[in-house]
């Protein structure tokens, strides 16, 4: 058990749809990284938030957004959804953002969009 | 930009076999390298890490050299086990204006009784 907590683990919906994935990071972690892994595109980074702001940005679509609340949980939000946003999500968090820094990862969120 | 390249999957092997998965990087910088780890049906786990030139990564058995002069950082394993089946990612991550961690593709591996 990684300390990072994902809801829900599972998520249906149909195209056109907006649903929001819930990520806790461990505790004392400060940074919080989204990734979506699909069998075509592999493993690709999203979005990175630190404290509560936005640090980096990776293959994150305009659909797509996210934030970092004050208890330091964040939320992915995606939006107008299509089938090929089928995918894992992941969430990671890592104590601060040095680059050497573990990045713990969480068990992932499967979305199935028919 | 920063990129992680893998060797090709999905690669079977009978247990006790030596275990080697190419990993080569392309970095504007001095990179820290990584090894994670991804069970079937779990996330991401840190496998081993290298902050710097000629470190040695080692954790259950694999090992890992951040080799500078060819940008590599090679898994190597003596004898892997059924329990080392998983998708093997290298990745790196650089601290330029924000820390971002780029993963390679991912390797398959399974080994057989």
């Known amino acids: 058990d990684s300390g990072v907590t994902q809801t829900p683990k599972h998520l249906i919906t149909a195209t056109g749809q907006r649903v929001t994935l819930r990520c806790s990071p461990r505790?004392?972690?400060?940074?919080v990284y989204w990734y979506q892994q699909s069998l075509d595109q592999g493993l690709q980074f999203l979005i990175q938030?630190?404290?509560?702001?936005?640090?980096a940005k990776g293959n994150i679509l305009e659909r797509f957004s996210a934030q970092q609340f004050p208890d330091l949980h964040s939320e992915l939000n995606l939006s107008s959804l299509e089938l090929g946003d089928s995918a894992l999500y992941f969430c990671?968090?890592?104590?601060?953002?040095?680059?050497?820094?573990?990045?713990?990862f969480g068990p992932g969120t499967r979305l199935t969009v028919l | 930009g920063d990129s992680v390249t893998q060797m090709e999957g999905p690669v079977t092997l009978s247990e006790e076999a030596f275990l080697t998965i190419n990993c080569t990087y392309t970095?504007?910088?001095?990179?820290?390298l990584f090894w994670y780890v991804q069970y079937p049906g779990e996330g991401l786990q840190l496998l081993l890490k290298?902050?710097?030139?000629?470190d040695k990564g080692s954790n259950k058995g694999f090992e890992a050299t951040y080799r500078k002069e060819t940008t590599s950082f090679h898994l190597e394993k003596g004898s892997v086990q059924v329990s080392d089946s998983a998708v093997y990612f290298c990745?790196?991550?650089?601290?330029?204006?924000?820390?971002?961690?780029?993963f390679g593709p991912g390797t398959s591996l399974s080994v057989i009784p």
């Open positions: 970095a504007t910088g001095y990179p820290s």
């Open positions: 938030y630190y404290n509560g702001e936005e640090r």
């Open positions: 290298a902050t710097k030139a000629d």
């Open positions: 990671a968090s890592s104590v601060e953002w040095e680059p050497h820094n573990e990045q713990f």
């Open positions: 505790s004392g972690d400060l940074s």
């Open positions: 990745a790196l991550s650089e601290k330029t204006s924000y820390d971002k961690v780029i």
